[in-house]
């Protein structure tokens, strides 16, 4: 297969879902803006008749993870300055994919979504996700980042790390940290190494930054108010009470399943291969029954923090994990349906 360089973004005006995307959870139809202009990097406000469109992520013939021994690994390399509180967040995220002593938690059963998806091998994403390991980096190419630059951070992270082309590695970025297109026009992103950087190996990974004092109304929806929308009246509050981390959190979510189902941008998704939907970013917006564009869904509450949340995981954790593209119904489907 002839490599191309490519990245799948999470769009923040796609992100948002709030002024353009509208929906329909209980069917597979979603209601988009026809295209309009660019203004200043982002496709927002584009006050438009809607079209409405049939949400199906087609095959097209490429493989999807399928991890090793019934378990995809994932590798975290923290860019910048994460406090204690933050990186424990995120190992009890991935630790919550695991079934221990009988008990499925909700993370597991939001992403045994993903094992519909099979390729033409008939291999399946695997039910399982663990972290097998991490690393710090401090600042070693500064604190403005481009794409390249992300590539060389996750190829650094090789000296620490195995290169698994059957794995997914998470560039994640701290607050102070400005990204190329961060806050523009994406939020996170996934793709797939150069053959001639690793080996001859393609090695599938993520960058996800942290928006909490950059763009949260953009990148951590629907923790922060968008400046571009009116005001918005009770907000939920984060579950892990870190705007950030929590929205990083979402992000993550977006990218692990889209790379799983489309890590070489050749397997599941819908659309222009250079912006697809893919199994998260389809539904992008809905979090519970009823979604719709503003709105997350019906979500539960925490009687003590008064926090939102659907999932709960090991330790007491509570996170908002988005809804995903089922391939057996063929729809969107919040956790809890």
């Avoid at 069917?27 to 202009?37: C, D, I, Q, T």
């Avoid at 993870?65 to 995120?90: H, R």
């Avoid at 026009?185 to 190996?201: D, E, V, Y």
């Avoid at 992008?284 to 709105?295: A, E, Q």
């Amino acid at each position: 297969m002839a490599y191309t360089k490519q990245a799948t973004q999470m769009k923040c005006a796609a992100l948002l879902l709030l002024f353009s995307v509208a929906s329909v959870i209980d069917g597979a139809r979603v209601l988009r803006p026809e295209p309009s202009k660019e203004v200043g990097g982002l496709l927002a406000r584009r006050y438009l008749r809607l079209v409405e469109t049939e949400t199906i992520l087609d095959y097209h013939n490429g493989p999807v993870l399928s991890g090793t021994d019934g378990k995809l690994s994932a590798y975290v390399i923290w860019y910048g300055d994460f406090n204690e509180t933050d990186k424990a967040t995120v190992r009890d995220f991935f630790a919550s994919f695991q079934v221990e002593n009988g008990t499925v938690t909700d993370v597991s059963r939001w992403w045994n979504m993903t094992y519909g998806f099979k390729d033409a091998t008939g291999a399946s994403v695997p039910n399982d996700v663990m972290l097998m390991g991490e690393t710090n980096n401090t600042y070693s190419k500064g604190k403005n980042l481009n794409n390249t630059h992300i590539e060389e951070i996750m190829l650094d992270s090789l000296s620490v790390f195995p290169a698994d082309p059957n794995a997914v590695y998470f560039v994640l970025t701290a607050a102070d940290v400005e990204v190329e297109d961060f806050c523009m026009n994406s939020c996170s992103s996934h793709f797939a190494s150069s053959p001639a950087a690793a080996n001859g190996l393609q090695l599938p990974y993520a960058w996800v930054g942290n928006a909490k004092d950059q763009c949260p109304g953009m990148c951590a929806w629907p923790f922060a108010q968008p400046s571009y929308m009116p005001a918005q009246a009770n907000l939920p509050l984060p579950p892990n009470g870190d705007v950030g981390v929590d929205g990083m959190l979402i992000q993550v979510a977006y990218m692990l399943a889209g790379t799983a189902t489309n890590p070489f941008n050749n397997a599941f998704y819908q659309g222009d291969a250079a912006a697809p939907l893919e199994a998260g970013t389809a539904c992008v917006g809905s979090f519970g029954v009823g979604s719709y564009s503003g709105y997350p869904g019906e979500l539960k509450k925490d009687v003590i923090t008064g926090s939102e949340y659907n999932a709960e995981g090991v330790n007491d954790r509570k996170f908002l994990l988005p809804a995903l593209w089922d391939p057996n119904t063929r729809k969107c489907t919040p956790l809890g349906v």
